[in-house]
């Protein structure tokens, strides 16, 4: 009985069919839809690019600096929901952080293009607006 199972195994083996491995099948190549293709745009002149506008103060009708531009927020559609404005302390430490409407910031190009932003508001009145708190740094309450 054992004999059988050794010549069915070596008859088996030595089969053509079962000998070769098979045959690669080429498969056609992942491509992205056009709604996925990237598509690269050149800079205007006037564009307003964040990295130029974070960091940027802020002034008010008098002339007198009320704050900085601090942060962005943009809607799921990704326009401008608001400014997060930074209001009082130095160099970042103990300021406060105030979102407003996009359209009550006036960003304009002052003479070489430099970036100028008005705000009809004085710093009293944005260290009493509500305080912007980013998501997930609200402060535990016990």
């Known amino acids: 009985m054992k004999l059988h199972a050794v010549l069915a195994a070596i008859f088996l083996g030595s089969s053509p069919a079962m000998a070769q491995a098979p045959e690669a099948v080429p498969g056609t190549p992942a491509t992205l839809n056009d709604n996925l293709k990237a598509r690269f745009v050149a800079q205007a002149p006037e564009d307003v690019v964040a990295s130029k506008l974070v960091g940027l103060s802020i002034r008010n009708g008098a002339n007198e600096t009320v704050g900085s531009v601090a942060d962005v927020v943009f809607d ?57 708190v980013y998501l997930g740094s609200e402060p535990t309450k016990k």
């Open 76 to 132: 799921d559609k990704r326009g401008i929901k608001s400014y997060v404005v930074s209001v009082g302390g130095f160099l970042g430490l103990n300021a406060k952080y105030v979102a407003v409407a996009p359209e009550t910031l006036q960003l304009n190009r002052k003479d070489g293009g430099k970036l100028d932003a008005v705000i009809d508001t004085d710093k009293d009145q944005l260290r009493a607006a509500p305080e912007y």
